[in-house]
């Protein structure tokens, strides 16, 4: 089979679902990560009459994790790599916001468990199983909101914790936790093999997610008011496909895209220091070797 391989988490419905339909419709095979194993199969099953005609990809895979978990991560990884595709694209997608501080049962705070934990370790997971293609492209979802994370920039909270011993703002910690990935991610893609390349897409904010209503709380009660100005689905999804699909990778590796074009995140965002300090914490919290620099690496 010829067609690339694209994985995205929180494959079973809203963006992650358009995602694949736009890809599967362009001729790509497409493996779904989502926690309701029923919700997913039936996500997969839509799927099927969207192959284009004369074309080969394999029926679309499904896998079954909670992102939440750290077991999970690990075994969603090991069954990838068991399964002998090499992944072409990574799409993590899942993403999370709760209405209270909870933490896991690994010891974090549940949004940042999703949205930073989840796919900083997945995708070193799959790098360790050598599962990823050559020349992969591993596309984090983002958000302009993480321009209103509070983040020490000294003593950097990676895993949501600190939010314990101060005011729960469900807003900020969902645009911390998107602040503290951007930057996690800004630092693995100084890291990664040579060939492939990382990017953060900002969909804006998108309707039909069931996100807002999911999450409860603040973000619950303030959703009607942006709704009207919320973007389709359809729209919603055009970077990422476009990162995901584009002939040539798209430039820079580690930026941030919006409207399928290089977009400028904050400030803190674009700090290398803090960067590596995020990165190098998040490595040590989950007991895993930090990538080796590429600088390191060719001395």
Same mark, same amino acid.
């Given at each position: ?27 790509? =095979? ?7 194993? @029923?919700?997913?199969?039936?996500? @997969?099953?839509?799927?099927?009459? +969207?192959?284009?005609?004369? =074309? ?6 499904? !896998?079954?994790? &909670? ?8 075994? *969603? ?9 090499? /992944?072409? /694209? ?16 690994? %010891?974090?705070?549940?949004? !940042? ?8 370790? +997945?995708?070193?997971?799959?790098? @360790?199983?050598?599962?990823? #293609?050559?020349? #992969? ?5 983002? =958000?302009?909101?993480?321009?209103? %994370? ?8 990676? &895993? ?14 969902? #645009?911390?936790?998107? *602040? ?7 630092? *693995?893609?100084?890291? *990664? ?5 990382? !990017? ?14 999911? @999450? ?36 820079? =590796? ?46």
């Amino acid at each position: 089979m010829n067609s690339k391989t694209t994985v995205i988490t929180g494959g079973g419905s809203g963006l992650g679902l358009e995602m694949a339909r736009h890809l599967v419709r362009s001729g790509r =095979s497409v493996a779904l990560v989502g926690r309701d194993e @029923a919700r997913v199969r039936a996500a @997969a099953e839509s799927l099927v009459p +969207l192959t284009p005609t004369g =074309s080969d990809p394999a029926p679309p895979r499904t !896998y079954t994790a &909670d992102l939440e978990q750290w077991s999970q991560v690990r075994l *969603l990884a090991r069954e990838l790599a068991a399964d002998g595709v090499p /992944v072409d /694209v990574l799409v993590n997608n899942a993403g999370a916001a709760f209405p209270q501080y909870q933490r896991t049962a690994d %010891g974090v705070e549940r949004t !940042y468990a999703i949205n930073h934990i989840a796919p900083f370790l +997945l995708t070193h997971e799959l790098l @360790a199983h050598e599962a990823l #293609a050559a020349d #992969a492209r591993i596309i984090n979802m983002s =958000s302009f909101v993480e321009k209103r %994370g509070k983040l020490d920039a000294d003593d950097p909270d990676v &895993d949501g914790t600190s939010w314990n011993t101060r005011f729960y703002h469900q807003p900020n910690v969902y #645009a911390t936790s998107k *602040l503290v990935g951007l930057l996690a991610a800004r630092e *693995l893609a100084r890291r *990664l093999p040579d060939g492939m390349s990382l !990017y953060n897409a900002n969909p804006g904010m998108v309707k039909g997610t069931a996100f807002n209503s999911n @999450a409860g709380g603040l973000l619950r009660l303030t959703a009607p008011l942006y709704r009207p100005f919320a973007l389709p689905l359809e729209e919603g999804v055009r970077t990422p496909v476009w990162l995901a699909g584009a002939p040539t990778a798209p430039r820079p =590796s580690g930026g941030y895209f919006t409207n399928s074009a290089v977009d400028t995140p904050s400030p803190r965002a674009q700090d290398d220091a803090l960067a590596r300090r995020v990165y190098d914490r998040t490595a040590a919290l989950l007991g895993i070797e930090p990538l080796k620099e590429r600088a390191a690496r060719a001395c």
